[in-house]
C-alpha cells in the first residue's frame, strides 16, 4: 500500500522561495509518477507539475521557469522546488502518486 507524507510549505515574501517534500513508502516500486496539485480559496484544484518513470517533466505554464520537481530516487522522495513565489500561488499543494495516493496537503501563503 502506497503511503505519501508531505511536509514543507509556510509563509513566504513574493519573489522567496519554499521547498515541498513528498515521500513515498510501500509498494514504491509500483510508483510510475509524482504530481503536484494545488487549490486555491474559491478554485478547482489544479495540476502544476509531474515527473515520470523517464524523467520526462511537464509544469503548468504559471509556474514555468519558477518549479522545479526535485527526485530522491535512493530514498524515494521527490521535491517542489519554489521559487520566485507571487501572491497567486497561494494555495493548498498536494502531492500526488496516481492514480489515487494523496498527501494531505500543506499550505504555501506568499505575501505581496
Known amino acids: 500500500q502506497v503511503q505519501v507524507a508531505q511536509s514543507g510549505g509556510g509563509l513566504a515574501q513574493a519573489g522567496g522561495s519554499l521547498r515541498l517534500s513528498c515521500a513515498v513508502s510501500?509498494?514504491?516500486?509500483?510508483?510510475?509518477?509524482i504530481g503536484w496539485y494545488r487549490q486555491a480559496p474559491g478554485k478547482q484544484r489544479e495540476l502544476v507539475a509531474t515527473v515520470n518513470s523517464g524523467d520526462d517533466f511537464y509544469y503548468v505554464d504559471s509556474v514555468k521557469g519558477r518549479f522545479t520537481i526535485i527526485r530522491d530516487r535512493a530514498k524515494p522522495t521527490a521535491y517542489l522546488q519554489m521559487n520566485s513565489l507571487q501572491p497567486e500561488d497561494t494555495a493548498v499543494y498536494y502531492c500526488?502518486?496516481?492514480?489515487?495516493?494523496w498527501g494531505r496537503g500543506t499550505q504555501v501563503t506568499v505575501s505581496s
Open positions: 510501500g509498494g514504491t516500486s509500483t510508483v510510475r509518477a
Open positions: 500526488n502518486i496516481p492514480p489515487s495516493h
